[in-house]
């Protein structure tokens, strides 16, 4: 079984966001896996070692996400792509684009990834990589079960439970309880220096710029105001209501 685990690095959830000229400043930012994309790394190196085949990781970004990619060797994954291009724009169609360009020529039984990006949190890109490729995809599975060319997938769908059967190939997205993903050991660090790692640009793809031109853009970005301080309302029941409806609807403007 050939599988495509699709990762990307973000910023550590604990770090704090700093805006400056414009954009989110990244000097002595610690960079990590994606959470949710862990869940798809463990998923796919279990199914590997049920079924036999090969773990590929790929990801689209600069140059610092080799070290992403290289934890997720040290997991278990066989083998890494980054394709990193500063053409690329930070949007979800265009790198959708671009990694259908290199799956396209790679016909994988499966590919796996991360239910969102918890930096952007849009989760459009293995929906969007699913339609370009033209295969099934379903998103937020819990469970998922592999027997011959078909897949049985629990998912999560706003507190309820779906099961689906899909036919493979096919997308799917991981979400928090699918596994509990490894940590990496020391020799499994030791032998990912080892792994084979390609780095690809838009050339080798024989993509253009105006082939990806992005469908967004970003016209502002700033941190959400500071919450202000919390007020005590004091008085007779009745008095302390209508005063609580007038700054509710005045200064809140929640009604």
């Known amino acids: 079984m050939k599988i495509v685990v699709l990762l990307k690095q973000t910023f550590d959830t604990e770090e704090k966001i700093e805006i400056e000229n414009g954009s989110i400043a990244e000097d002595g930012v610690k960079f990590v896996i994606n959470p949710y994309d862990e869940y798809a790394v463990e998923e796919a190196v279990k ?37 990193s291009d500063k053409r690329i724009p930070d949007d979800e169609y265009a790198v959708s684009k671009v990694l259908h360009a290199y799956l396209a020529k790679e016909t994988p039984d499966l590919i ?54 899909v036919q493979l190939p096919a997308i799917f997205t991981a979400q928090q309880g699918l596994n509990e993903p490894r940590y990496p050991s020391l020799p499994g660090i030791m032998k990912a220096k080892k792994k084979p790692f390609q780095t690809l640009s838009l050339d ?12 967004t853009k970003q016209s502002n970005l700033s941190l959400p105001p500071e919450r202000s301080a919390g007020r005590i309302l004091k008085g007779e029941p009745a008095e302390v209501a209508h005063e609580l409806v007038t700054l509710l609807r005045t200064e809140s403007k929640v009604i």
């Open 204 to 215: 080798d793809l024989g993509l253009s710029e105006d082939e990806i031109r992005p469908a």
């Open 112 to 165: 796996l990834g991360g239910n969102f990006s918890v930096d952007r949190g849009s989760g459009q890109v293995a929906i969007r990589l699913a339609g370009l490729l033209g295969i099934a995809h379903a998103g937020s599975i819990t469970k998922l079960t592999i027997s011959g060319n078909k897949a049985e997938v629990h998912r999560d769908a706003e507190g309820d439970l779906e099961v689906l059967e």
């Open 47 to 83: 199914l590997r070692d049920e079924h036999g085949g090969s773990v590929t990781l790929l990801s689209v970004g600069p140059d610092r996400t080799s070290e992403a990619l290289r934890t997720a060797l040290a997991m278990g994954a066989d083998d890494a792509v980054l394709i």
